[in-house]
Structures are given as C-alpha cells and as structure tokens.
C-alpha cells in the first residue's frame, strides 16, 4: 500500500467526505448545475459520480464479506448513464444521494473482520486487489473530486501525508505508460518523482500541493511543465 496504512486511508476517507459534503450543501441549485473545472462535466456530474462511487466500492466490500463476485458497475455503459441520470437530479436529491451512499459505504467498511478485509476483489479497471485497497481508492475519490467541485477546496487543504500517497499512486501509475520524461521535486516536502519518458528530462519543483494535481492531471497546476495523458 506504498506506505499508507488501513486507518490513513479510512481517516482521508472521512475527511474528503466531509470536504465533499461541505461543498456540496453549500452549493444553490443554480452553481450545483455550473460547470466544473472537468472537461464535460457540471458540479452535478462530479457529485453524482461520487455517489456512485460509494454504491460500487460498497458492491466490493459485500464482495468481501460474503465471498459473492458483486462487480462495482454492471457495465461502464451503466455507469455512465447512472452519471448522466444523477446529473438531472435536484439538489436537494442529490445531495440526500450522496450523503446516504457516504453513510452506507462507512457502515460497510465498519462491518468488515480482519479476515475479509483480506479477501480479493476485482476492480472496474480488472485489476485484482485486496479489500484493504478500497478505503484509499474512496479517499482518492472524495478528496481530489472536493477540489474538482471548485467550491472552496483546494489541494492545499489536503494533509501532506495524503498527497505524498497521492502522488506516489499516481507516479506509479504513469510509470507504466508512455508520456514525457518529468523529474519532479516537492518543494516543502523533499519528496521527489520520476516519470521514465520521451525526450530529454523536465525538471519541475513546486509544492507538494501542485505536483499532487499536476500529477492526477489538473493541468493549469503547472501550466510550464509537460502535458501527461490521463492516469486512470
């Protein structure tokens, strides 16, 4: 888990959902319909998204406790519609979505024994995992899509420990795809990253803060340093 342990990712869990939450109520009907800073997508998109992200991950965690394959989407074709479908809903709906998603998904992380934490599930990429991976991918989730709401939440108001998981799962994930060679070098942190790459090697340093979303591809982050494609 690259350093993170269960109960990091369990506690950013909790607090990118209540960044989420947060940002999310305090949105009137009219900004909720806004775009987001997502190519494509409204604030309405981004929340139902994360709503459906907690109703998959918690298909997962069942996956775990009982041993029954329980796939987190039934197609990406469903997924996406379930997007679309939650992106018409009123605030008030929507918002009521995804605080009971939330809720659910806690209460069956809360459920889970040892035993089953370290049962293997399979996720909407095919990759293989244990249990103990879906905590930090639903942190990953709530706390950069906060920031995706552009609703106040910044990735500075991330803990550092967070984004230094954040970029490490993230550089990982680039290192197995083509892109630009990029050298990069938080700033505040000493922590260091290297994307093996074409051409000759960029060398970028700036807080931990911006590296984390220049490498989860928030492009005007670092607007010098070299274009990545996507990373998930």
Known sequence: MDGRTLADARRWTSLGTRLFLNAATGLDESAFAAPSPLPGWTRKHVAAHVAANAEGLGNLLHWAATGEPTPMYASLEERKAGIERGAVLGRTELVGWLRNSAMELDAAMSALTPEQWAHEVVTAQGRTIPATEVPWMRAREVCVHAVDLDAGV???????????????????????????????????????????????????????????????????????????????
């Open 154 to 232: 910044g990735f500075g108001d991330l803990p550092a420990a967070f984004l230094s998981a954040l970029c490490e799962d993230a550089a990982g994930k680039r290192r197995t795809r083509p892109g630009p060679w990029v050298v990069l070098t938080a700033t505040d942190s000493g922590d260091r990253w290297e994307l093996p790459g074409d051409g000759a090697p960029a060398h970028v340093s700036a807080r931990l803060a911006d590296v984390a979303a220049y490498l989860t591809g928030r492009a005007a982050a670092l607007p010098d340093a070299p274009t990545l494609p996507d990373w998930l």
